[in-house]
């Protein structure tokens, strides 16, 4: 069965110090990535996306992912950390079973930036 | 770009009303739209894919009969809440994409109240 994971449910961190959110996933064949933010009483945003090719993907507002196949994971990045990055942050995969991009999503992560 | 509008963004109605959400891509044509239901501080449940001028496929477990969906033009798809109870009160959100591969751009959500 496909899944997504998101150990952690919540990370907190200091401004200005490196984050990382992590993600492992479950899916046959090559996986389509996802990842998500969502503010308060917001929808979701877009970050970043794997399809195939490198690695490191580099995303929004400083963001990055790092896919592993080995480890199935694909982590979500920043060097540097902000306060205004305090929000809640899926991951998801493309469902493979489907023809219309149906999304599988993590339990999401609360990411806490303290100053 | 990739801006999908939602509409209304806050409803609070009696319990018995019918409470229709809008969903417009704004810059983008969508060949498929999403509804999901947010519970907080949880992950987003798929309710239904939605595709222009084809019938809605629901998830196991959601009333098509409760929740009326509509995806007229390539830019809007509509959810109607028929008959609404407190059990529906929830945040509902939309997504439209261009494509199975390309990512879900989201609108800013609903938080549908009854009472």
Same mark, same amino acid.
Request: glycine share 6%; proline share 4%.
């Given at each position: 069965?496909?899944? $997504?994971?998101?150990?952690?449910?919540?990370?907190?961190?200091?401004? +200005? !110090?490196?984050?990382?959110?992590? %993600?492992?996933? /479950?899916?046959? +064949?090559?996986?389509?990535?996802?990842? #998500? $933010?969502?503010?308060?009483?917001?929808?979701?945003?877009?970050?970043?996306?794997?399809?195939? +090719?490198? !690695?490191?993907?580099?995303? /929004? #507002? +400083?963001?990055?992912?790092?896919?592993?196949? /080995?480890?199935?994971?694909?982590?979500?990045?920043?060097?540097?950390?902000?306060?205004?990055? /305090?929000?809640?942050?899926? %991951?998801? $995969?493309?469902?493979?079973?489907?023809?219309?991009?149906?999304?599988?999503?993590?339990?999401?992560?609360?990411?806490?930036?303290?100053? | 770009?990739?801006?999908?509008?939602?509409? &209304?963004?806050?409803?609070?109605?009696?319990?018995?009303?019918?409470?229709?959400?809008?969903?417009?891509? *704004?810059?983008?044509?969508?060949?498929?739209?999403?509804?999901?239901?947010?519970?907080?501080?949880?992950?987003?449940? *798929?309710?239904?894919?939605?595709?222009?001028?084809?019938?809605?496929? @629901?998830?196991?477990?959601?009333?098509?009969?409760?929740? *009326?969906?509509?995806?007229?033009?390539?830019?809007?798809?509509? *959810?109607?809440?028929?008959?609404?109870?407190?059990?529906?009160?929830?945040?509902?959100?939309?997504?439209?994409?261009?494509?199975? @591969?390309? &990512?879900?751009?989201?609108?800013?959500?609903?938080?549908?109240?009854?009472?």
């Amino acid at each position: 069965a496909q899944s $997504v994971a998101q150990p952690e449910d919540q990370v907190n961190v200091a401004e +200005g !110090n490196p984050l990382t959110v992590k %993600c492992t996933y /479950s899916v046959s +064949g090559n996986p389509y990535l996802f990842w #998500y $933010v969502q503010y308060p009483n917001r929808g979701l945003q877009f970050l970043l996306k794997y399809i195939t +090719g490198d !690695n490191l993907v580099k995303g /929004s #507002y +400083g963001f990055e992912a790092e896919f592993n196949k /080995s480890q199935t994971s694909f982590h979500l990045k920043k060097p540097s950390a902000l306060v205004s990055d /305090s929000a809640l942050y899926f %991951c998801a $995969v493309r469902d493979v079973s489907s023809n219309t991009g149906k999304l599988i999503f993590g339990q999401g992560t609360t990411l806490q930036v303290k100053p | 770009g990739a801006v999908v509008s939602q509409h &209304p963004s806050r409803v609070i109605c009696k319990s018995g009303t019918s409470v229709k959400i809008e969903c417009r891509s *704004l810059d983008f044509q969508a060949t498929t739209m999403f509804w999901y239901r947010q519970f907080p501080k949880q992950s987003l449940m *798929l309710m239904a894919t939605s595709n222009e001028g084809s019938k809605a496929t @629901y998830e196991q477990g959601v009333e098509k009969d409760k929740f *009326l969906i509509n995806h007229a033009s390539l830019t809007l798809s509509t *959810l109607t809440v028929t008959s609404a109870h407190p059990e529906d009160s929830s945040f509902y959100i939309c997504s439209a994409t261009t494509g199975a @591969y390309q &990512p879900q751009h989201f609108g800013d959500g609903t938080r549908l109240s009854i009472l």
